[in-house]
């Protein structure tokens, strides 16, 4: 009678036996979505691109802080303990529209130190802290705008309270340590930095952006193949 051959044992150990000394387990392969996300993120052009630092892009980086430091000027409203009603932050969300993030950044850090060494008006300052954040850092928060992409009117407001709140938290950290004495016995100190610094803040984010939507169209007409970024080319921005 004839036997049937035995079964081979097989040489790979069960998927699941413990390692021997000195062998490596081995890694699970990552899961689809993680590759897919990562292979994403390779795909993406650089930070340092033609959009961002291109010659035109750094031409109206540079015109922008000129326009800051000139519009600062113009205060038809004036707070005793400094802060005003001004144009100067239309500047630095135009660059945050049509540039992004980091460029806006740049430029309103610029600004803030320009206020503080080479200023037109005097600035107000109690202590380098203080005016670290009611100048270099405060201006460079309103480049936060740039995280969001203009194409109407609620993006543009977005985009504008973004920046203006981002602002308002370095100026109202700098009243609540600095200027704490200023508030009245019956007053919060914090109750008062918030509200010292929205009696200024608030008029002045809406006529920035009542201001900034028709300078985008314009400058949108008059420069056309250069226009601002949208939804679709955020990723490529």
Request: proline share 11%; hydrophobic share 50%.
């Amino acid at each position: 009678m004839a036997h049937s051959p035995s079964p081979r044992p097989s040489s790979s150990p069960p998927a699941h036996a413990d390692p021997l000394p000195g062998e490596l387990r081995p890694v699970d392969a990552p899961p689809t979505g993680a590759v897919k996300r990562a292979g994403r993120l390779l795909r993406r052009p650089p930070v340092v691109g033609s959009h961002r630092w291109g010659t035109a892009a750094i031409a109206e980086m540079a015109i922008a802080l000129v326009l800051c430091w000139v519009l600062g000027v113009f205060r038809p409203f004036q707070m005793p303990q400094g802060g005003s009603v001004s144009l100067e932050m239309l500047p630095i969300f135009f660059i945050a529209a049509r540039r992004g993030l980091v460029p806006a950044t740049v430029v309103g850090f610029l600004y803030g130190m320009m206020q503080i060494f080479v200023p037109l008006t005097p600035p107000f300052i109690y202590h380098p802290l203080q005016a670290a954040l009611d100048y270099p850092l405060a201006f460079a928060a309103v480049g936060l705008a740039g995280i969001v992409p203009v194409v109407g009117w609620r993006s543009l407001a977005a985009a504008v309270a973004l920046g203006s709140g981002a602002r308002l938290v370095c100026h109202f950290l700098s009243g609540l340590i600095f200027f704490a004495s200023y508030a009245p016995q019956w007053e919060w100190p914090w109750l008062y930095a918030l509200t010292y610094n929205l009696l200024f803040l608030l008029p002045e984010a809406v006529i920035t952006a009542v201001c900034l939507w028709p300078l985008l169209k314009a400058y949108d007409a008059a420069r056309p193949g250069t226009g601002r970024r949208t939804r679709a080319s955020r990723g490529a921005a």
